[in-house]
């Protein structure tokens, strides 16, 4: 289920409830809404992440885990 960020407290309700994270694709996602989820103790996974720059971005966000189709031990 993808959602705007207006949505966030019903999300973050819903995942309570289910005790579930976040899973929302990288595009989506804004430093309001991790800070957000992260105040309600949620964890947040952004997907797909091939791009070494996307992926410094999604860090310097706080992203809890980053799913990937690119393995490289050096990032």
């Known amino acids: 289920m993808l959602l705007e960020e207006k949505h966030y407290k019903f999300v973050s309700k819903i995942a309570k409830i289910f005790k579930m994270d976040i899973d929302i694709e990288e595009s989506l996602l804004t430093n ?3 800070e957000r989820f992260h105040n309600k103790k949620l964890k ?3 997907w797909t ?3 070494e ?3 410094r ?7 809890d885990y980053i799913t990937t189709n690119v393995f490289d031990q050096k990032s």
């Open 32 to 34: 309001k809404m991790v």
């Open 44 to 46: 947040v996974n952004c």
């Open 49 to 51: 992440i091939d791009d």
């Open 53 to 55: 720059l996307v992926l």
């Open 57 to 63: 971005k999604m860090e310097d966000m706080g992203v």
